[in-house]
């Protein structure tokens, strides 16, 4: 029913940790989660099938962009919510899945860099909003932020002074995030100590569902 597409044309921005946790953090609750991985590397379908320890979480691959377009519109009915994860633009199949989304989500990790990407991509899906003529909301979420450091601060400052529409959730920069690739199970809300907390400043799990 609802699509909810990881995107940004930046690479390594987290695009897949968000996919995965989101969905594993979904399952977990209960609800009715699919993932569709559109990266040709597959990572998040392998760890939905091969690693995640969890409620079962139908997943499928495909990042051809033409049979993701037949594909989409059929899961879209079949599962209540389908989160996709992308390879990033430039490359059809985040299109795709861009242009069929009910909402767009975009990390964006500390960096002057990556600010233009994430700004670029927000364009980009407005771009195709109005092609299509159709709304595509499209929400920047900032990711491995410690709220300690001056560019963690600096680039949540920046990300609202371009006016970029942001959640208020964000994710923290956190060991935990890079273990479930390995655990298969969810981060601990809170858990660990220091760097290995994860989403402590905000429910960044449920802060992305609730703001979504
Ligand atoms: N908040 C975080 N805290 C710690 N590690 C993180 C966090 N977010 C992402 N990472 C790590 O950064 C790396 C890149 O993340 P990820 O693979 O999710 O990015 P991506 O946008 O999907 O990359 P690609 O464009 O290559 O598909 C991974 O090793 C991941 O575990
Ligand atoms: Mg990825």
Redesign the pocket.
Known sequence: MGVLTIT?R?????????ATVLAASLADGGADVALLDA?P?G?AHRWTTSTYTGRTIPSYAEADAERLAELLPSLTERHTILIV?T??FGNQAAMVAATGAGLVLV?VTPGEGDLVEAQRTVAYVEGLARSTRRAIPARVIA??IRRTTTLSRHVLAEIDKLDLPRLQAV?????A??EI?FSGALPKEGGGRGGDRCAGDGDARGGVVASG
């Open positions: 940004s930046k690479g390594g921005c987290g695009k897949t940790m968000l990266d590397n990572s994860d390879a990033g990390p990711n491995r994710l923290s920069e956190a060991v995030y890079g690739g």
